[in-house]
C-alpha cells in the first residue's frame, strides 16, 4: 500500500514537472518583445489568443499588409489586442509561436493604423536592424539597441569591458576570454599599430607594429632652398626630419666694385 502510495506521488511530481511550468499560448504571445511594448503604450488593453482560422480574419488581410510572407499550409495563432480605440492583430507560428506580423487597426472605422515605413509591425531583431549580439563579457563600442531577439544587440563593435557595465553578471573585471589564442603586440614608445586583430568582431590589440616616421613625430623633410629651424634627425623614412620649422633663405648681393670719386 505505502508503495503504490509512494508510486502516485512520484507520478505526479514528474507530471508537474513536465507539464506544469510549460508556457500557454496567451503566456507567450504577452511575452513576446513587441506584444509587451505594444501593452507597455495600451495598458488598457485585453489579449485574446485563439488558433488562426479565415473566419475570423481572411488571408488576404495578411498578404496584403504584411511584408513577410506566410505560408497557409502551416498553422498559426492569432492574438487580438484591444482597447476602446484600437486592434492590434498579430499572427504567430503556432510550432514555436513566432511573432510573424501585426496589423493595427481603428476599432471604430476598422481603418488601418500606418506604422514606421509600413502598415505593419514587424520582427525587429538584431541581425535585422544591423546590430551585433555582444557576449557577456563585452561592452558596446556605440549604444544598446531594442529588439525582440535579445538585449545585448550592439549599433557598434563589441569589446571586451575593462570595467563592468549595467550588463555585466559578476562585480568582478571578466578577463579577455574571447581573445585567447588571439596573437597581438604591444607596440613601444617608437612604433606605431598599423592593422587591428578582431576576432568575433572584437579589437582584442595590435596585429602588426611599424617604426614611427618623421612625421608621425610633427616633423617635415625641407626643401632644398630652405633650411631648418629646430633639430635635424634621422628617421627610418629620411634623414633630415626637421623638427622645427622650416624657412627659405634670402640672399642679398653686395657690390664689392670700388667706388670712382670725381677729383
Known amino acids: 500500500m505505502a508503495r503504490n502510495i509512494l508510486t502516485i506521488f512520484i507520478a505526479l511530481v514528474t507530471f508537474s514537472i513536465l507539464f ?8 507567450m504571445v504577452e511575452s513576446n518583445g513587441i506584444i509587451k511594448d505594444y501593452l507597455y503604450e495600451h495598458p488598457n488593453s485585453k489579449v485574446t489568443v485563439a488558433p488562426y482560422s479565415e473566419k475570423i480574419v481572411v488571408k488576404s488581410f ?18 487580438e489586442v484591444e482597447d476602446s480605440n484600437l486592434t492590434l492583430r498579430a499572427l ?10 501585426g496589423v493595427i487597426t481603428d476599432t471604430s472605422t476598422n481603418e488601418i493604423i500606418p506604422q514606421t515605413n509600413s502598415n505593419t509591425l514587424q520582427q525587429k531583431t538584431c541581425s535585422s536592424e544591423g546590430g551585433l549580439i555582444c557576449d557577456l563579457n563585452q561592452k558596446c563600442a556605440g549604444n544598446w539597441m531594442k529588439v525582440t531577439d535579445t538585449d ?43 592593422s587591428i586583430a578582431i576576432d568575433r568582431n572584437v ?61
Open 20 to 27: 506544469g511550468c510549460v508556457a500557454t499560448p496567451q503566456q
Open 92 to 101: 504567430f507560428e503556432k510550432s514555436q509561436m513566432i511573432f510573424i506580423c
Open 203 to 263: 579589437e582584442c590589440g595590435c596585429a602588426k607594429c611599424e617604426e614611427k616616421i618623421c612625421t608621425d613625430y610633427g616633423g617635415l623633410v625641407c626643401p632644398r632652398d630652405t633650411n631648418c629651424y629646430g633639430n635635424i634627425t634621422s628617421m627610418p623614412d629620411t634623414q633630415n626630419c626637421c623638427l622645427g620649422v622650416c624657412y627659405k633663405v634670402e640672399v642679398t648681393m653686395t657690390d664689392t666694385n670700388d667706388t670712382n670719386t670725381t677729383q
Open 152 to 194: 545585448r544587440c550592439c549599433d557598434n563593435l563589441c569589446k571586451v569591458g575593462l570595467t563592468v557595465d549595467s550588463k555585466d553578471t559578476t562585480p568582478e573585471v571578466i578577463e579577455k576570454a574571447i581573445c585567447e589564442g588571439v596573437p597581438f603586440l604591444d607596440c613601444n614608445s617608437n612604433q606605431k599599430c598599423t
Open 62 to 79: 495578411w498578404t496584403d499588409n504584411c511584408k513577410n510572407s506566410i505560408n497557409f499550409d502551416r498553422n498559426y495563432y492569432l492574438a
